[in-house]
């Protein structure tokens, strides 16, 4: 590889806030806040709202939104006006 254009490629922990999970990885992505990890060692932390473990795809957890009641909800409201 030639020396100098790479990224810093180091230990980094992903915390998903609203799932209240989080994971150690590798990546060039980096941070000023820092988390002790379980094994005793301090890495940078990157928040981030959705991950695998709050994921609707992955939960199973899909909600179902009804677009043809709100195509039509949506007409009546500004069609009535219409002459």
């Not at 980096?30 to 928040?47: F, M």
């Amino acid at each position: 590889m030639k020396e100098g254009i790479h990224p810093k490629y180091d230990f980094v922990v992903i915390r998903d806030s609203s799932a209240d999970y989080s994971f150690l990885t590798r990546s060039t992505m980096t941070s000023d806040q820092k988390i002790k990890w379980e094994d005793g060692n301090e890495y940078p932390v990157i928040d981030v709202e959705i991950s695998s473990a709050s994921h609707p795809f992955y939960t199973g957890k899909q909600k179902l939104v009804d677009t043809a009641g709100r195509i039509e909800k949506f007409r009546r409201k500004y069609q009535s006006g219409k002459k």
